[in-house]
């Protein structure tokens, strides 16, 4: 049986009020009967708590919502971490992610994709790797390295990144998934392998700062490897930092109107908001929207938390299905994002609400590229 | 003469005994130099236990009394009395902390009773130093200063104003009444706030002991309890208000529009406007011509004014006022909806705080509406904001608008969103059974966001209830926002030395025993700078801080701290750093002699001139450096 005791102390439980506010903010509440108010309730009383049973913890995008309001500041997501980690724990781990976690161990990745083929991405473009001497690393998001659908982001920031004339490398081989995800699916003796391994590679390669393509990779570098003395930025701090400085100058004008999908990892957990729209809004000839929905307010794509290996209890229901309605709401043609999965997900739903002809979703990365 | 000292120790119940071996103590006590006694008690503070040390000292002819027990901050002014009604001067008395600095924060038994024995030894070292002192009163200056014209402020002034003192009134904005001056209508009896507001504005201003001074601060405060000196900058408002006869042609002309605050930025104004009293007044902040002497339309103003009303040569006035007691009554902020990003308060017009809700209900400009969602605790006991204390009123605020609306237009759905409904005032709870048979529907959930969809305002939160999450369809939504402390605290709190609680309100003595003094002497706390509070509680509180500053008023006398700082002009060099050290601006360097000398009336003892001074020439009565070394020589 589940010591529910230590759950309450570790993750604060006893602070919690039954407001609701976790619940009614969950972005996967329409869809789930994942409830983290009652969830917290369960584990306060101490009852039996059957962990089996409990499916809809798998559908948790761990987008944080609910412990960023919380006003008394309990973490249900950090909770249902705890518990998705218990049933990792007991064995009896969900089919689909048996083979992204094992991958994960041995290759490196979770895409069950071999540790070799880590940089074919960079094919042709002659990135040298960090450990030669350039002090600031390019780190690429499995996602990024290995799917063909989202290669060309890490391609674009090598661009726009010698644009602005840039010395960076990259890890090269020596690069591997972050943690981030396999973490939040609750595997934590492997995440805490990979936290050291990766910091150990960053040392050695002597690497002075990261910029990732991911805002899941920025925000476990920057919030969950303990402390540790490498400053790290999402993509979008560098790019907005350049162009503030002149180093980086948009000169070919795409003619567009842009809105942005917040990351909820960049967004809502680290509070970067103005840095992408800085980019966007520097882009000659194209126009800026906001949707209803943005920053703080911002809708989840329901691409974290592991749910890209999962399809949760209610596949019918697609969230990021919502998300272009009201990007089209806004009259723009361009849905642009500053994440993998955001961008995946995204563009599923593009395609499944039949929205080709009327909308497309970019990268920021590949819009700052077409604008160098 | 040999001292003759007498030793009690206190059990205070089991609170040392239980931890301390009271009677090895005693036996360790009696064994000490100079001891003609050592006796232990269950409660020394008894009667009884005080009977013992006076029969001792009529007895034996005890010269010098220690009693260990509590700390002297509870029982030293009890025995100090004790020791006077047997004949000793009460300043041969010193206190061995052995509870709060032994047995209450020590479990082993043994190093506690050793412990309390050296304390015991250090404090019988000292006492046989310790010299008779004279205890002093000195005059009060039987006038009272009030910080704040809200109806915290204007109860108290009218409270002592009545009771035959001059009180001089100070009041930041160009206007009396404060925050309750915005609002329409009081809770849970629903009266008009201006009905009850102007009939005490205007005995207040007509009173003949009360002299008001609006758009001021006070900029400088000195002195003590009885003997305070006030330093308040009138700032001028540049209309003559003997000349202006209200024809309102300036403001037409006036080229600076900005938010009106008074409105809760629901409207605009002018830098000259009327304000809510009627009379004219020009925002210095805001007119360009006060702050840069440039103004695009020339000043119009003067030009348009017939009656020559507008004085750009109006200046700042510096009034010094004497005065006995001080009641801060500078009342509270509201919290910033904007700091909740998730309810969208700034992004749709609809979204309105309770206090636009106020505004719009007073100005009579509600408009109507279909459905309309009142959302609970925004920015009180919230983490995410650090204001994680309730403030109070934002229930029934809540309450009585929903009521409003269903008043005004009966056909309205009107839901209430809340995390717990707190009505613990008189009247509160019936108040809220009777607007839920109005039709009004309280649903359990706190309001997670506001957003649109298809162009419609919709508020979700989890009805817990149900548990299940819902959606609540708004062309109005009311932020039930709380109090936050005023920014201006911290200056007030300088200025006056006063404390502040955890959550940045200004902090009384005691919660309880006493809830309106601070740890100044002679300041009394009045309203919401103090703690959010309604209406009722803050009149209460007022007339509560005004009857403890009528209690050294009245008796025209204060007594002040005997232990005070001595030089021996023998000794002094005349450096001048006690003057610097002293928070008092109790030293001063004499003239002729060059020496220092210590005001005695202002001088509190903390020592700091002595610890300071280079040549040993000053010394705090009780805390000698002879007798403070023959402590330490015991200990050491």
């Given at each position: 049986?589940?010591?529910?005791?230590?759950?309450?102390?570790?993750?604060?439980?006893?602070?919690?009020?039954?407001?609701?506010?976790?619940?009614g903010?969950?972005?996967?509440?329409?869809?789930?009967?994942?409830?983290?108010?009652?969830?917290?309730?369960?584990?306060?009383?101490?009852?039996?708590?059957?962990?089996?049973?409990?499916?809809?913890?798998?559908?948790?995008?761990?987008?944080?919502?609910?412990?960023?309001?919380?006003?008394?500041?309990?973490?249900?997501?950090?909770?249902?971490?705890?518990?998705?980690?218990?049933?990792?724990?007991?064995?009896?781990?969900?089919?689909?992610?048996?083979?992204?976690?094992?991958?994960?161990?041995?290759?490196?990745?979770?895409?069950?994709?071999?540790?070799?083929?880590?940089?074919?991405?960079?094919?042709?473009?002659?990135?040298?790797?960090?450990?030669?001497?350039?002090?600031?690393?390019?780190?690429?998001?499995?996602?990024?390295?290995?799917?063909?659908?989202?290669?060309?982001?890490?391609?674009?920031?090598?661009?726009?990144?010698?644009?602005?004339?840039?010395?960076?490398?990259?890890?090269?081989?020596?690069?591997?998934?972050?943690?981030?995800?396999?973490?939040?699916?609750?595997?934590?003796?492997?995440?805490?392998?990979?936290?050291?391994?990766?910091?150990?590679?960053?040392?050695?390669?002597?690497?002075?700062?990261?910029?990732?393509?991911?805002?899941?990779?920025?925000?476990?570098?920057?919030?969950?490897?303990?402390?540790?003395?490498?400053?790290?930025?999402?993509?979008?701090?560098?790019?907005?930092?350049?162009?503030?400085?002149?180093?980086?100058?948009?000169?070919?004008?795409?003619?567009?109107?842009?809105?942005?999908?917040?990351?909820?990892?960049?967004?809502?957990?680290?509070?970067?908001?103005?840095?992408?729209?800085?980019?966007?809004?520097?882009?000659?000839?194209?126009?800026?929207?906001?949707?209803d929905?943005?920053?703080?307010r911002?809708?989840?794509?329901?691409?974290?938390?592991?749910?890209?290996?999962?399809?949760?209890?209610?596949?019918?229901?697609?969230?990021?299905?919502?998300?272009?309605?009201?990007?089209?709401?806004?009259?723009?043609?361009?849905?642009?994002?500053?994440?993998?999965?955001?961008?995946?997900?995204?563009?599923?739903?593009?395609?499944?609400?039949?929205?080709?002809?009327?909308?497309?979703?970019?990268?920021?990365?590949?819009?700052?590229?077409?604008?160098? | 003469?040999?001292?003759?000292?007498?030793?009690?120790?206190?059990?205070?119940?089991?609170?040392?005994?239980?931890?301390?071996?009271?009677?090895?103590?005693?036996?360790?006590?009696?064994?000490?130099?100079?001891?003609?006694?050592?006796?232990?008690?269950?409660?020394?503070?008894?009667?009884?236990?005080?009977?013992?040390?006076?029969?001792?000292?009529?007895?034996?002819?005890?010269?010098?009394?220690?009693?260990?027990?509590?700390?002297?901050?509870?029982?030293?002014?009890?025995?100090?009395?004790?020791?006077?009604?047997?004949?000793?001067?009460?300043?041969?008395?010193?206190?061995?902390?052995?509870?709060?600095?032994?047995?209450?924060?020590?479990?082993?038994?043994?190093?506690?009773?050793?412990?309390?024995?050296?304390?015991?030894?250090?404090?019988?070292?000292?006492?046989?130093?310790?010299?008779?002192?004279?205890?002093?009163?000195?005059?009060?200056?039987?006038?009272?200063?009030?910080?704040?014209?809200g109806v915290?402020?204007?109860?108290?002034?009218?409270?002592?104003?009545?009771?035959?003192?001059?009180?001089?009134?100070?009041?930041?904005q160009?206007y009396l009444g404060g925050r309750i001056a915005q609002l329409d209508t009081t809770f849970p009896t629903r009266e008009r706030v201006a009905d009850l507001i102007a009939p005490l504005v205007?005995?207040?201003?007509?009173?003949?002991?009360?002299?008001?001074?609006?758009?001021?601060?006070?900029?400088?405060?000195?002195?003590?309890?009885?003997?305070?000196?006030?330093?308040?900058?009138?700032?001028?408002?540049?209309?003559?208000?003997?000349?202006?006869?209200a024809?309102a042609?300036?403001v037409d002309?006036?080229?600076?529009n900005l938010p009106d605050d008074f409105d809760a930025n629901l409207t605009t104004r002018r830098?000259?406007y009327r304000a809510p009293d009627a009379r004219?007044?020009?925002d210095?902040?805001?007119?360009?011509?006060?702050?840069?002497?440039?103004?695009?339309?020339?000043?119009?103003?003067?030009?348009?004014?017939?009656?020559?009303?507008?004085?750009?040569?109006?200046?700042?006035?510096?009034?010094?006022?004497?005065?006995?007691?001080?009641?801060?009554?500078?009342g509270a902020g509201t919290f910033d909806a904007t700091k909740k990003p998730e309810f969208g308060f700034g992004a749709y017009p609809n979204v309105i705080t309770s206090l636009q809700f106020e505004r719009l209900a007073a100005r009579q400009e509600l408009q109507p509406v279909k459905d309309v969602v009142f959302v609970s605790c925004v920015g009180s006991r919230d983490?995410?904001t650090?204001?994680?204390?309730c403030s109070r009123v934002c229930c029934m605020v809540n309450a009585k608008q929903a009521r409003r609306i269903k008043e005004q237009f009966p056909g309205a759905r009107v839901t209430v969103l809340y995390a717990d409904v707190r009505a613990?005032g008189?009247g509160h709870e019936e108040f809220y059974d009777a607007v839920r048979q109005t039709g009004v529907r309280y649903r359990r959930g706190y309001v997670s966001e506001i957003f649109k969809r298809d162009r419609k305002m919709i508020v979700r939160a989890?009805d817990?209830?149900?548990?299940?999450?819902v959606e609540v369809q708004a062309d109005l939504v009311v932020l039930g926002i709380g109090m936050t402390?005023?920014?201006?605290?911290?200056?007030?709190?300088?200025?006056?030395?006063?404390?502040?609680?955890?959550?940045?309100?200004?902090?009384?003595?005691?919660?309880?025993?006493?809830?309106?003094?601070?740890?100044?002497?002679?300041?009394?706390?009045?309203?919401a700078?103090?703690?959010p509070k309604d209406i009722v509680d803050t009149?209460?509180?007022?007339?509560?801080?005004?009857?403890?500053?009528?209690?050294?008023?009245?008796?025209?006398?204060?007594?002040?701290?005997?232990?005070?700082?001595?030089?021996?002009?023998?000794?002094?060099?005349?450096?001048?750093?006690?003057?610097?050290?002293?928070?008092?601006?109790?030293?001063?360097?004499?003239?002729?002699?060059?020496?220092?000398?210590?005001?005695?009336?202002?001088?509190?003892?903390?020592?700091?001139?002595?610890?300071?001074?280079?040549?040993?020439?000053?010394?705090?009565?009780?805390?000698?450096?002879?007798?403070?070394?023959?402590?330490?020589?015991?200990?050491?």
């Open positions: 049986m589940l010591d529910t005791q230590i759950l309450v102390e570790q993750y604060g439980l006893t602070a919690c009020i039954q407001c609701g506010k976790c619940t903010g969950c972005p996967i509440s329409p869809k789930s009967t994942l409830n983290p108010r009652a969830l917290v309730y369960e584990i306060l009383r101490g009852e039996e708590f059957e962990l089996v049973s409990r499916g809809e913890l798998w559908d948790c995008t761990t987008c944080a919502t609910c412990g960023l309001r919380c006003p008394k500041g309990a973490k249900a997501v950090d909770l249902i971490i705890a518990l998705r980690a218990q049933w990792i724990e007991s064995g009896k781990i969900p089919a689909t992610l048996r083979a992204p976690l094992t991958a994960t161990l041995n290759q490196g990745n979770p895409l069950v994709l071999p540790r070799e083929d880590r940089s074919l991405w960079a094919d042709g473009l002659g990135v040298k790797n960090v450990a030669a001497g350039a002090g600031l690393a390019m780190f690429t998001c499995c996602e990024n390295a290995y799917d063909p659908r989202v290669q060309a982001m890490p391609r674009a920031l090598v661009n726009v990144l010698r644009a602005a004339n840039q010395d960076f490398g990259t890890l090269g081989l020596d690069e591997q998934c972050c943690g981030s995800e396999v973490r939040r699916i609750g595997e934590a003796g492997l995440f805490e392998y990979l936290r050291d391994d990766n910091l150990g590679k960053f040392r050695a390669a002597r690497v002075t700062k990261i910029i990732t393509t991911s805002p899941h990779c920025f925000n476990v570098f920057k919030n969950e490897y303990g402390k540790h003395e490498i400053p790290i930025e999402h993509y979008t701090q560098t790019l907005a930092q350049l162009i503030a400085d002149g180093a980086l100058k948009f000169l070919k004008k795409i003619d567009a109107t842009i809105t942005y999908q917040d990351p909820c990892f960049l967004g809502k957990q680290n509070g970067i908001y103005d840095e992408p729209r800085a980019i966007l809004k520097a882009i000659p000839g194209a126009k800026f929207v906001e949707m929905r943005a920053r703080e911002s809708a989840c794509c329901e691409g974290g938390g592991g749910r890209m290996w999962l399809e949760g209890s209610n596949p019918k229901v697609r969230i990021a299905n919502d998300r272009i309605a009201q990007a089209l709401e806004t009259g723009a043609n361009v849905l642009a994002t500053a994440c993998p999965f955001c961008f995946l997900t995204l563009s599923d739903a593009v395609i499944a609400t039949g929205n080709e002809e009327k909308i497309k979703v970019m990268d920021v990365l590949q819009i700052a590229q077409a604008a160098v | 003469m040999k001292p003759r000292i007498g030793v009690y120790i206190c059990h205070c119940g089991l609170n040392i005994a239980n931890t301390v071996d009271v009677e090895q103590v005693r036996e360790f006590a009696r064994a000490l130099p100079n001891i003609a006694i050592a006796r232990n008690y269950t409660y020394m503070c008894s009667d009884p236990g005080q009977a013992l040390i006076t029969n001792d000292i009529r007895d034996l002819g005890l010269t010098h009394v220690v009693v260990a027990s509590c700390s002297p901050r509870m029982h030293e002014p009890t025995f100090r009395a004790t020791i006077h009604k047997a004949g000793l001067n009460p300043y041969v008395l010193e206190m061995a902390n052995i509870r709060e600095q032994c047995s209450w924060v020590h479990s082993d038994r043994t190093l506690a009773t050793l412990k309390a024995m050296d304390l015991i030894a250090s404090a019988v070292a000292k006492v046989a130093w310790l010299v008779p002192l004279q205890e002093r009163e000195v005059k009060v200056t039987q006038s009272a200063l009030v910080i704040g014209g915290a402020g204007l109860t108290a002034a009218l409270d002592i104003a009545n009771a035959g003192f001059q009180v001089c009134l100070v009041e930041k160009p205007r005995e207040v201003t007509t009173h003949h002991n009360i002299h008001v001074i609006t758009n001021a601060d006070v900029e400088k405060v000195d002195g003590f309890i009885g003997n305070f000196r006030a330093t308040i900058r009138a700032r001028p408002t540049f209309v003559n208000a003997m000349k202006c006869d024809c042609k300036c002309v006036c080229p600076v830098a000259i004219f007044v020009i210095a902040r805001a007119c360009t011509f006060v702050q840069d002497r440039v103004c695009r339309s020339d000043p119009r103003c003067v030009m348009v004014c017939d009656r020559n009303a507008i004085d750009f040569a109006q200046a700042d006035q510096s009034i010094e006022v004497n005065i006995g007691a001080i009641i801060v009554a500078t983490a995410t650090g204001n994680t204390y613990f008189k989890e817990t209830l149900i548990q299940k999450p402390p005023r920014a201006e605290t911290d200056e007030i709190a300088n200025i006056l030395g006063l404390p502040r609680s955890g959550d940045g309100f200004l902090l009384e003595i005691h919660p309880k025993l006493r809830p309106v003094e601070t740890a100044v002497e002679g300041v009394y706390l009045a309203g700078c103090q703690g009149i209460a509180q007022a007339r509560a801080a005004a009857s403890s500053a009528l209690a050294p008023l009245c008796r025209g006398q204060v007594k002040i701290e005997s232990a005070t700082a001595r030089v021996d002009e023998e000794v002094c060099a005349g450096c001048g750093l006690c003057v610097a050290t002293c928070p008092y601006g109790a030293p001063a360097l004499n003239a002729r002699t060059g020496k220092a000398r210590v005001n005695q009336v202002l001088c509190k003892g903390c020592g700091g001139c002595e610890a300071a001074c280079p040549s040993k020439a000053i010394q705090v009565m009780q805390c000698t450096p002879r007798q403070v070394l023959s402590q330490i020589a015991v200990l050491v």
